[in-house]
Protein backbone atom coordinates (compact mmCIF):
# COMPACT_ATOMS: atom_id res chain seq x y z
CA UNK A 1 0.00 0.00 0.00
CA UNK A 2 1.03 3.65 0.06
CA UNK A 3 3.94 4.97 2.75
CA UNK A 4 2.24 5.80 6.26
CA UNK A 5 2.51 9.17 7.32
CA UNK A 6 0.50 10.82 10.03
CA UNK A 7 -1.37 13.67 7.30
CA UNK A 8 -3.70 12.56 4.54
CA UNK A 9 -2.86 13.29 1.37
CA UNK A 10 -5.08 16.10 -0.06
CA UNK A 11 -6.07 16.61 -3.39
CA UNK A 12 -8.16 19.69 -4.48
CA UNK A 13 -9.92 20.20 -8.06
CA UNK A 14 -12.44 22.39 -9.74
CA UNK A 15 -16.10 21.27 -10.34
CA UNK A 16 -15.81 19.99 -14.18
CA UNK A 17 -11.81 19.32 -14.29
CA UNK A 18 -10.28 15.09 -14.29
CA UNK A 19 -8.81 14.09 -10.79
CA UNK A 20 -6.09 11.49 -10.66
CA UNK A 21 -5.33 10.05 -7.24
CA UNK A 22 -2.02 7.81 -6.98
CA UNK A 23 -1.03 4.83 -4.98
CA UNK A 24 2.30 2.82 -4.97
CA UNK A 25 2.72 -0.12 -3.43
CA UNK A 26 5.78 -2.66 -3.16
CA UNK A 27 4.63 -6.22 -3.31
CA UNK A 28 5.34 -7.40 -6.88
CA UNK A 29 3.40 -10.42 -5.70
CA UNK A 30 0.25 -8.16 -5.85
CA UNK A 31 -2.11 -9.20 -8.34
CA UNK A 32 -4.98 -7.55 -7.25
CA UNK A 33 -6.04 -4.14 -6.91
CA UNK A 34 -9.16 -1.90 -5.82
CA UNK A 35 -9.68 1.52 -5.13
CA UNK A 36 -12.43 2.17 -2.53
CA UNK A 37 -14.00 5.72 -2.21
CA UNK A 38 -14.72 6.70 1.75
CA UNK A 39 -17.42 9.65 2.55
CA UNK A 40 -17.99 11.49 5.58
CA UNK A 41 -19.62 9.32 8.32
CA UNK A 42 -19.89 5.85 5.73
CA UNK A 43 -17.63 3.11 5.16
CA UNK A 44 -15.29 2.09 2.07
CA UNK A 45 -17.60 2.01 -0.90
CA UNK A 46 -16.50 -0.25 -3.40
CA UNK A 47 -15.27 1.82 -7.44
CA UNK A 48 -13.47 -0.19 -9.25
CA UNK A 49 -10.92 -2.93 -9.79
CA UNK A 50 -8.37 -4.24 -12.01
CA UNK A 51 -5.80 -7.57 -12.12
CA UNK A 52 -2.53 -7.56 -12.81
CA UNK A 53 -2.80 -9.38 -16.09
CA UNK A 54 -4.20 -5.92 -17.39
CA UNK A 55 -3.00 -2.26 -17.53
CA UNK A 56 -6.28 -0.55 -17.65
CA UNK A 57 -9.88 -1.24 -16.91
CA UNK A 58 -12.37 1.88 -17.62
CA UNK A 59 -15.93 2.34 -15.39
CA UNK A 60 -18.27 5.18 -15.58
CA UNK A 61 -16.37 8.36 -15.57
CA UNK A 62 -13.69 6.39 -13.64
CA UNK A 63 -10.62 4.71 -14.68
CA UNK A 64 -7.77 3.08 -13.44
CA UNK A 65 -4.49 2.38 -14.62
CA UNK A 66 -1.79 -0.23 -13.01
CA UNK A 67 1.94 0.26 -14.08
CA UNK A 68 3.24 -3.04 -12.60
CA UNK A 69 7.29 -1.66 -13.78
CA UNK A 70 7.12 0.59 -11.17
CA UNK A 71 4.46 -0.55 -9.04
CA UNK A 72 2.05 2.11 -9.29
CA UNK A 73 -1.83 2.68 -9.32
CA UNK A 74 -4.02 5.63 -10.66
CA UNK A 75 -7.43 6.04 -10.30
CA UNK A 76 -8.82 8.79 -12.86
CA UNK A 77 -12.09 10.59 -12.36
CA UNK A 78 -13.31 12.42 -15.32
CA UNK A 79 -15.71 15.71 -15.27
CA UNK A 80 -15.48 15.61 -11.02
CA UNK A 81 -18.53 16.41 -9.56
CA UNK A 82 -18.94 17.69 -6.21
CA UNK A 83 -20.40 14.28 -4.96
CA UNK A 84 -17.06 12.70 -5.62
CA UNK A 85 -15.95 14.56 -2.56
CA UNK A 86 -14.35 11.64 -0.42
CA UNK A 87 -11.12 10.01 0.91
CA UNK A 88 -9.91 6.93 -1.83
CA UNK A 89 -8.09 4.08 -0.60
CA UNK A 90 -6.14 1.70 -2.71
CA UNK A 91 -5.65 -1.82 -1.90
CA UNK A 92 -3.71 -4.97 -3.17
CA UNK A 93 -3.72 -8.30 -2.79
CA UNK A 94 -1.22 -11.00 -3.91
CA UNK A 95 -1.65 -13.93 -5.13
CA UNK A 96 -3.14 -16.70 -3.02
CA UNK A 97 -2.88 -14.12 0.05
CA UNK A 98 -6.43 -15.69 0.59
CA UNK A 99 -8.44 -11.71 -0.06
CA UNK A 100 -6.47 -10.14 2.79
CA UNK A 101 -6.54 -6.87 1.34
CA UNK A 102 -3.31 -4.42 2.01
CA UNK A 103 -4.84 -0.42 2.24
CA UNK A 104 -2.96 2.17 1.40
CA UNK A 105 -3.30 5.54 3.64
CA UNK A 106 -5.70 7.47 1.44
CA UNK A 107 -6.03 10.67 -0.14
CA UNK A 108 -8.89 12.68 0.27
CA UNK A 109 -10.30 14.89 -2.65
CA UNK A 110 -11.90 18.16 -2.14
CA UNK A 111 -14.44 19.54 -4.90
CA UNK A 112 -14.21 23.12 -5.40
CA UNK A 113 -16.90 24.59 -6.71
CA UNK B 1 -28.17 -4.91 -2.23
CA UNK B 2 -25.05 -6.44 0.23
CA UNK B 3 -26.20 -4.99 3.36
CA UNK B 4 -23.30 -5.04 6.38
CA UNK B 5 -24.68 -3.61 9.58
CA UNK B 6 -22.96 -2.31 12.69
CA UNK B 7 -24.89 -2.60 15.50
CA UNK B 8 -23.76 0.83 16.93
CA UNK B 9 -22.37 4.24 15.33
CA UNK B 10 -21.01 5.52 17.93
CA UNK B 11 -19.74 4.06 21.39
CA UNK B 12 -17.96 5.22 24.73
CA UNK B 13 -16.40 2.97 27.56
CA UNK B 14 -14.11 3.14 30.00
CA UNK B 15 -10.45 1.90 30.13
CA UNK B 16 -10.90 -1.68 31.38
CA UNK B 17 -14.23 -2.29 30.42
CA UNK B 18 -15.25 -5.53 28.31
CA UNK B 19 -16.48 -4.20 24.78
CA UNK B 20 -18.49 -5.87 21.88
CA UNK B 21 -18.83 -5.08 18.82
CA UNK B 22 -21.14 -6.34 16.40
CA UNK B 23 -21.80 -7.66 12.96
CA UNK B 24 -24.08 -8.53 10.37
CA UNK B 25 -24.49 -9.25 7.28
CA UNK B 26 -27.47 -10.57 4.70
CA UNK B 27 -26.09 -11.96 1.50
CA UNK B 28 -24.40 -15.71 2.68
CA UNK B 29 -20.67 -14.16 2.53
CA UNK B 30 -18.65 -16.78 4.06
CA UNK B 31 -15.55 -14.25 4.84
CA UNK B 32 -16.11 -11.35 7.29
CA UNK B 33 -13.51 -9.23 8.65
CA UNK B 34 -12.83 -6.62 11.45
CA UNK B 35 -10.26 -3.50 10.72
CA UNK B 36 -9.55 -0.31 12.66
CA UNK B 37 -8.90 2.87 10.88
CA UNK B 38 -7.15 5.65 12.08
CA UNK B 39 -6.20 9.29 10.67
CA UNK B 40 -2.81 8.91 8.22
CA UNK B 41 -2.73 4.56 8.88
CA UNK B 42 -5.38 3.60 6.59
CA UNK B 43 -7.38 0.40 7.17
CA UNK B 44 -5.60 -2.45 9.29
CA UNK B 45 -6.92 -5.36 9.68
CA UNK B 46 -7.54 -7.07 12.84
CA UNK B 47 -9.43 -9.88 12.90
CA UNK B 48 -10.89 -12.45 10.06
CA UNK B 49 -13.13 -15.18 9.42
CA UNK B 50 -13.86 -17.80 6.58
CA UNK B 51 -16.45 -19.91 8.11
CA UNK B 52 -17.95 -20.32 11.42
CA UNK B 53 -16.30 -20.85 14.24
CA UNK B 54 -12.75 -20.22 12.25
CA UNK B 55 -11.05 -17.38 12.76
CA UNK B 56 -7.36 -15.81 12.09
CA UNK B 57 -4.82 -13.04 13.24
CA UNK B 58 -4.86 -10.10 10.85
CA UNK B 59 -2.06 -7.51 11.35
CA UNK B 60 -2.35 -6.33 14.82
CA UNK B 61 -4.86 -8.49 16.82
CA UNK B 62 -3.13 -7.75 20.13
CA UNK B 63 -5.81 -6.38 22.92
CA UNK B 64 -8.82 -7.54 20.68
CA UNK B 65 -10.63 -11.06 20.05
CA UNK B 66 -13.44 -12.38 17.68
CA UNK B 67 -16.48 -14.84 17.91
CA UNK B 68 -18.32 -16.20 15.03
CA UNK B 69 -20.86 -18.99 16.32
CA UNK B 70 -23.48 -17.62 13.33
CA UNK B 71 -22.00 -17.33 9.58
CA UNK B 72 -24.00 -14.06 9.20
CA UNK B 73 -22.07 -12.37 12.07
CA UNK B 74 -18.96 -11.56 13.43
CA UNK B 75 -18.19 -10.21 16.99
CA UNK B 76 -15.02 -8.03 18.31
CA UNK B 77 -14.14 -7.96 21.70
CA UNK B 78 -11.93 -5.95 23.50
CA UNK B 79 -11.39 -7.84 25.97
CA UNK B 80 -9.95 -4.61 28.67
CA UNK B 81 -10.73 -1.98 26.60
CA UNK B 82 -7.53 0.77 26.75
CA UNK B 83 -7.40 4.75 25.38
CA UNK B 84 -5.18 3.53 22.84
CA UNK B 85 -7.89 1.52 20.88
CA UNK B 86 -10.06 4.44 20.37
CA UNK B 87 -10.82 4.66 16.51
CA UNK B 88 -13.02 3.92 14.05
CA UNK B 89 -13.96 0.13 13.90
CA UNK B 90 -15.23 -0.78 10.64
CA UNK B 91 -16.17 -4.62 9.62
CA UNK B 92 -16.70 -6.37 6.23
CA UNK B 93 -17.97 -9.03 4.65
CA UNK B 94 -17.07 -10.79 0.92
CA UNK B 95 -17.87 -13.90 -0.92
CA UNK B 96 -14.88 -16.66 -0.74
CA UNK B 97 -14.19 -16.21 -4.20
CA UNK B 98 -10.57 -15.53 -5.24
CA UNK B 99 -10.22 -11.24 -5.58
CA UNK B 100 -13.84 -10.65 -4.62
CA UNK B 101 -14.70 -7.10 -2.99
CA UNK B 102 -15.49 -6.21 -0.04
CA UNK B 103 -18.51 -4.82 1.23
CA UNK B 104 -18.34 -2.75 4.47
CA UNK B 105 -20.43 -1.34 7.32
CA UNK B 106 -20.52 2.13 8.42
CA UNK B 107 -18.44 1.58 11.07
CA UNK B 108 -18.70 1.63 14.90
CA UNK B 109 -16.53 5.21 16.07
CA UNK B 110 -15.43 4.17 19.41
CA UNK B 111 -13.81 6.01 22.29
CA UNK B 112 -12.11 4.94 25.51
CA UNK B 113 -12.17 7.34 28.21
Known amino acids: GESVGLHLPTLSVQEGDNSIINCAYSNSASDYFIWYKQESGKGPQFIID?????DKRQGQRVTVLLNKTVKHLSLQIAATQPGDSAVYFC????????????FGTGTQLKVEL | DVKVTQSSRYLVKRTGEKVFLECVQDMDHENMFWYRQDPGLGLRLIYFSYDVKMKEKGDIPEGYSVSREKKERFSLILESASTNQTSMYLCASERAVQNEKLFFGSGTQLSVL
Open chain 1, 50 to 54: IRSNM
Open chain 1, 91 to 102: AETPTGGGNKLT
